[in-house]
C-alpha cells in the first residue's frame, strides 16, 4: 500500500522538517494499524463475495455452531444476515452511504473533542471487480491533528463489523471464552452470548455490558475477564466506536459499509488524503 507524504519548497528550516518527519512516521503507524486490523475482513468479503454469493454474514456463517443458534434463534441469524446484505456488503459499493458514515463518523469525534473534519470526498467513476467482490476507490479530504486521525482511523477498523465477537481476533475470542470456562463454568453460556450480541450496543454502554457478563463472577475474576476483553480489541471500541455509536444508530448507518483505508497522504498542517476502497458483491 502506497503512502507518500509530500514536502513543498526548496529551503525547509530543521525544525520544519523534523515535525514534517514526524508526521510521516505517525502517518505510517497509522495506517499500518488499519491494514493490520483490515486483513481478516478483505479476506471475509471474498469469501462472502465468491463462495457465497447470496450473501452470509459472519454470525450465519457459525451456522454449525448449534449452541450459537440455541441461543440466537434463526430469526435473529436471518435478521443479521439481511443487514450485511443490505448495508455491509451490498450488491454494488455504495459510494453516497460511505460519504454520510465518514461524514457523520468525523462529527461525533468532533463532538467528542478530536477535531475531525471532512474537507471533500471523491470517487472514481466505476467500480472495479478485484478476487471475486467489487471494490470502488475514492480519495477523502482530512483536517486533523495526528491524535484525532487515529480515533478516525480506529472507528473505520469497525466498518463491516456486527458483533462483539467481529471486533476480536479469533484467538482472543477462544481465549476468553476459555478464560470464564474456568474460573466461571455457569457464565460460558452468558459469554457466548456476549460474543454475539450487537456491537454498537456494546459500544453504547460497555461498562453495562461488562458488568452483567460478569456479575456472578468474584471481583478478581471479573477483572482478569474484563482486562483480557480490553487487551483484545474492546479498548478501541471504548476510545473511538463508543463516541459515534449513538450517532450512527440514530441515524441508522450501523452497520457501515464494508471499507478499506489504501493509503494515507500527509499534506502538512494537519492535512491529509486517505485513499479509500469501498465494497460490494461481485
Not at 457459525?62 to 443487514?83: H, I, P, T, W
Not at 478478581?220 to 475477564?225: E, H, K, Q, R
Not at 471504548?238 to 493509503?263: E, I
Request: negative net charge.
Amino acid at each position: 500500500m502506497a503512502l507518500k507524504d509530500i514536502l513543498t519548497g526548496r529551503a525547509v528550516k530543521t525544525g520544519v522538517f523534523t515535525l514534517g518527519i514526524a508526521g510521516v512516521l505517525a502517518g505510517c503507524g497509522l495506517l499500518l494499524r488499519h491494514v493490520e486490523a483490515f486483513g481478516p475482513k478483505r479476506d471475509m468479503a471474498v469469501l462472502i463475495g465468491s463462495a457465497l454469493p447470496e450473501l452470509r454474514s459472519r454470525v450465519a456463517l457459525l451456522n454449525a455452531n448449534v449452541e450459537a443458534e440455541r441461543l440466537f434463534g434463526m430469526d435473529k441469524f436471518a435478521a443479521r444476515e439481511e443487514q450485511a446484505s443490505v448495508y455491509i456488503l451490498p450488491e454494488s459499493p455504495e459510494g453516497a452511504r460511505a460519504v454520510t458514515v465518514l461524514q457523520e463518523v468525523a462529527a461525533a469525534l468532533s463532538a467528542d473533542n478530536s477535531p475531525v473534519g471532512i474537507n471533500g470526498i471523491t470517487f472514481a467513476q466505476d467500480s472495479t471487480t478485484v478476487d471475486g467482490h467489487r471494490e470502488l476507490a475514492g480519495a477523502v479530504n482530512v483536517t486533523a491533528s495526528s491524535a484525532s486521525l487515529s480515533r478516525l482511523l480506529t472507528a473505520l477498523e469497525f466498518s463491516g463489523d456486527l458483533s462483539v465477537r467481529d471486533a476480536l481476533p479469533p484467538e482472543q475470542s477462544r481465549a476468553f471464552l476459555k478464560l470464564v470456562e474456568s474460573v466461571s463454568p455457569l457464565t460460558l453460556p452468558s459469554a457466548e452470548e456476549f460474543l454475539f450480541s450487537d456491537l454498537v450496543a456494546y459500544a453504547a454502554d460497555p461498562d453495562g455490558a461488562e458488568q452483567r457478563l460478569t456479575r456472578d463472577m468474584q471481583p478478581s475474576d471479573a477483572a482478569d475477564v474484563r482486562t483480557l476483553l480490553l487487551s483484545a480489541g474492546l479498548a478501541d471500541v471504548r476510545t473511538s466506536l463508543s463516541a459515534v455509536a449513538p450517532r450512527l444508530k440514530q441515524q441508522r448507518l450501523w452497520p457501515m459499509p464494508l471499507l478499506r483505508v489504501d493509503s494515507l497522504e500527509s499534506q502538512g498542517n494537519n492535512e491529509w488524503i486517505l485513499g479509500i476502497a469501498v465494497f460490494g458483491r461481485a
